[in-house]
């Protein structure tokens, strides 16, 4: 199985990989891992990755360009534009690493383990141009109720989790199979009660709020609850990009109808990615 990391600090990988499961995987051929630095790809002396968002606020967020280039540079064909967008590798997966994303656990982990490759695109800064997560990652994924400085600890944190259900990766293949959030039955009965993980309820996705209520909630607050919910999206430059264009709301100048946008975009992130926060 192979891994690309696309990051913009290829040094901050050099211990997590060279250790445990991970290094014996590596050197026996079970995985190979390429580290490919994002900043190759920009076009500049200074080899920017990152602009201001429009619509204004706070930080930098990447721009959608050296992401795409990257990716099509290790996949070795394009991914398409806004006209014409190929239909991706069913055994390939694109993965942003968002505190937006959906949340990873273990049946994703096996979801994983079962593809032929796997691209981690290492977020920075503010965000990532929403572009990005639209129509070049197949996945957008966050490992948690937290925020961390990028995605390159993440993207470890996966491909280690990753790695160890590969067959041939541990020394004892039951090791996998009868470890906590294993879906496989443990037959000892003392164990049982200690390491079978308990599959959590699902919550139904909640009604649509009114427009009264969706006007009146912040970018981190509900309208049902006063639970958070996902950040709003991040474009950046260019404004048109392969024919995807920034929405016209963001780049009119009246900063009411930017909160607003932004308000009601986040919520619809919520709702797609982590309808749990709504419940």
Request: aromatic share 6%; net charge negative; glycine share 8%.
């Amino acid at each position: 199985m192979r891994f690309d990391l696309i990051t913009i600090f290829p040094e901050f990988f050099t211990g997590p990989l060279d250790h445990g499961i991970v290094r014996r995987a590596r050197e026996t051929g079970l995985i190979d891992v390429s580290i490919q630095d994002l900043r190759v790809f920009t076009k500049d002396r200074h080899r920017t990755v990152d602009d201001r968002p429009f619509g204004g606020g706070e930080g930098m967020v990447l721009k959608p360009a050296p992401l795409f280039e990257a990716v099509e540079l290790l996949l070795g064909r394009t991914v398409g534009d806004a006209a014409q967008q190929p239909a991706p590798d069913p055994k390939t997966a694109i993965v942003l690493l968002s505190a937006a994303g959906t949340l990873f656990d273990q049946s994703t982990a096996r979801r994983f383990a079962a593809l032929d490759r796997i691209l981690f695109l290492c977020g920075r800064y503010e965000g990532v141009d929403e572009r990005v997560a639209q129509h070049l990652a197949t996945e957008e994924i966050s490992i948690g109720d937290f925020i961390l400085s990028g995605g390159d600890l993440p993207a470890i944190l996966i491909l280690d989790a990753v790695t160890r259900l590969l067959p041939g990766a541990l020394g004892n293949e039951a090791s996998a199979q009868n470890e906590s959030f294993s879906e496989t039955p443990i037959t000892d009965a003392a164990a049982v009660g200690a390491r079978r993980a308990v599959p959590a309820e699902q919550p139904a996705p909640p009604p649509d709020p009114s427009p009264h209520q969706a006007s009146l909630i912040t970018s981190h607050q509900s309208p049902i609850t006063t639970h958070p919910i996902l950040d709003f999206p991040h474009y950046t430059r260019p404004a048109d990009f392969r024919g995807w264009t920034v929405p016209e709301v963001l780049i009119g100048g009246n900063h009411a109808e930017v909160a607003k946008w932004r308000r009601a975009a986040a919520l619809e992130k919520t709702r797609r990615n982590r309808p749990d926060l709504l419940s």
